[in-house]
């Protein structure tokens, strides 16, 4: 684009550059081997900003500049037409009607005719150029072709039973996909293709698709709820599920047994990873799908949710030199969050930092991550009893599962590493009980575990429509708290819950994202003894608790007092075991 203006004059015109920088940049020009465009230089030196090009660009053709898009204001009509790849190729949208014959479209090259007039043909309308950041805009037709996508196949019907839907690739762009759905797409690929961009939007972690008798019943988890989101078809059962396992690289053939496979989508910028697990029910094979979002992982362990008191015990526990700090709580609770924030915590070039797990979820940089194999008999057990050979400061093992695998990490910790591990219980003070379960020797436990954590996730309250309320002793009594305390530490006691109905913010539904709440119990020497004694797990937290420990209804109420949660969702997590 730049090297078709005498652009250095146009820039000067305008004052966006005096003739030192147009000489600066002349001289690059000269000196590079490649011949790179004038702006190009500019740009990537830093002598003069995109916005200044396109400013005096603006100026010199007479046409609009903008430096932003509101995507979610657009009349999407305008894209019904288009495709994404053109779009995108071409770093060119269609955003606003002017007036009844008119369409604003944002580009970044006022000279790129061809393409505007091939927007004015499909549009059968004037269009006018207004030109945007090339960051802004790509960002801008992402966003735009996602609310574009239509979400559940309308066109369902239209499909024979007998058609299957047929595609070779592994991994798929969903953008590629979206695009080419149309008269000719058989609507199956575009439903799956459409539960994919809406659990994206939704933030789903989880889509759930069950087949009934007559019907199927699509679900997504979201903020740890279940959400029934459509019902299908059952005719339609066969197509969806095949359409699936080829994305996931699984066998089209096998009905009867369970498989595993991976989805890798990219969408709007996001790096989608799923994680597919199909199996046989009575009317049908079941699919569920983990979606992990990349870009999304929180990584510091300062913004998941740790109360102030609790937040600067575990940072002295991680930087101990050795010992085992186990992670507990059911599926769903946020442990390998905490795990990754952990170890991101301590990365550092001077510690060799292994980890093994099953599977590996993310990848973290300057952290080597090993994948359990069961085929091969590469076990959490096999795994640890190599990496002790590697020289490591910090071992994470994915979960303690047997005896073997507890007896690796209590020597490994014994003998100068750092270990993280989870167990699956429904507190603190239970991990040193499942332990002692496992048969491990009490006194082993006793001197390798420096602490544990116990933990759950629970709602946030959505900040656009949570309502404040004045709650009874008898509210406020079910999460262990006092009228006293409750006015120590709010504004007149007022308490928020969730507005009914929601808001479009939260999707009507009064919570939006997930905080964690924890009770960690540190080993001391009034602890060790009891878990000598072979004590019960009650005992235990009692004594962890007069010792300062938070539990995890303690740390929920106070979430609740700072208005990050309310008393039901609190009461939800706690007492049914906490689980996603």
Excluded: W
């Excluded at 989101?229 to 969806?240: L, Q, V, Y």
């Excluded at 096998?254 to 496979?261: A, T």
């Amino acid at each position: 684009m730049y090297n078709r203006l005498r652009i250095g004059e146009i820039l000067v015109r305008a004052g966006r550059a005096t003739n030192e920088n147009v000489d600066q940049i002349l001289r690059l020009q000269d000196g590079e081997k490649e011949n790179r465009k004038f702006g190009i230089i500019a740009i990537s030196e830093g002598i003069i900003k995109e916005e200044d090009i396109l400013g005096a660009l603006a100026a010199q053709f007479d046409c609009g500049f903008i430096t932003e898009i509101n995507v979610e204001e657009m009349d999407l009509t305008l894209l019904e037409n288009l495709q994404l790849a053109f779009c995108r190729d071409n770093v060119i949208l269609p955003f606003a009607r002017q007036d009844d014959k008119g369409v604003l479209v944002a580009s970044y090259d006022p000279l790129d005719f061809e393409t505007l007039d091939k927007i004015e043909l499909v549009l059968d309308r004037d269009v006018s150029a207004v030109l945007v950041p090339k960051s802004i805009l790509t960002e801008a037709i992402n966003t735009a072709f996602d609310r574009k996508s239509r979400f559940l196949g309308a066109d369902l019907d239209q499909l024979d039973e007998a058609e299957t839907p047929y595609a070779e690739e592994v991994l798929v762009d969903i953008n590629d996909l979206l695009e080419a759905e149309g008269d000719d797409e058989a609507p199956v690929i575009g439903f799956v293709n459409s539960l994919f961009v809406q659990s994206v939007r939704e933030r789903a972690s989880d889509i759930h698709i069950e087949p009934g008798e007559k019907e199927i019943v699509v679900r997504f988890r979201i903020d740890g709820v279940l959400k029934v989101i459509t019902n299908p078809p059952k005719r339609f059962h066969a197509s969806i599920v095949t359409r699936i396992k080829i994305m996931a690289g699984l066998n089209i053939a096998e009905k009867r047994l369970p498989q595993d496979g991976r989805i890798r989508i990219k969408m709007a910028g996001k790096d989608i990873d799923i994680r597919v697990a199909t199996a046989p029910m009575v009317h049908g094979e079941r699919v569920t799908m983990r979606l992990l979002d990349k870009s999304a992982l929180m990584l510091n362990v300062r913004d998941i949710g740790f109360a102030e008191h609790d937040l600067s015990r575990l940072l002295k526990l991680i930087y101990k030199p050795n010992g085992i700090i186990l992670v507990t709580g059911p599926t769903g609770s946020g442990k390998t969050t905490t795990l990754y924030s952990s170890l991101s915590e301590i990365n550092r070039p001077d510690r060799n930092i292994m980890t093994i797990e099953d599977p590996v979820e993310y990848q973290l940089q300057g952290i080597n991550q090993m994948q359990v194999n069961a085929k091969i008999d590469l076990t959490f057990a096999t795994g640890l009893r190599s990496y002790l050979r590697h020289d490591p400061d910090i071992i994470m093992v994915g979960e303690i599962r047997d005896t073997e695998t507890a007896d690796m990490a209590i020597q490994a910790s014994l003998t100068g590493h750092l270990v993280f591990s989870t167990l699956h219980t429904n507190d603190a003070a239970g991990a040193f009980t499942r332990l002692s379960d496992m048969r491990v020797q009490p006194f082993l436990v006793a001197s390798s575990v420096i602490a544990a954590l116990a933990q759950r996730l629970v709602r946030r309250l959505c900040k656009d429509c949570k309502v404040a309320y004045d709650p009874t002793d008898e509210d406020i009594g079910e999460i262990g708290l006092k009228r006293e305390t409750l006015l120590k530490y709010t504004t007149g006691g007022t308490i928020y819950q969730p507005q009914e109905g929601g808001c479009e913010e939260c999707n009507h539904v009064g919570y939006r994202g997930r905080t964690g709440i924890y009770e960690l119990l540190e080993m001391n020497e009034e602890i060790k003894q009891l878990i000598i004694k072979n004590s019960d797990a009650g005992t235990i937290k009692r004594a962890a608790v007069r010792n300062g420990m938070h539990t995890l209804q303690d740390d929920g109420a106070l979430k609740v007092m700072r208005g990050i949660t309310s008393i039901a969702e609190v009461m939800r997590v706690t007492s049914e075991g906490g689980g996603h």
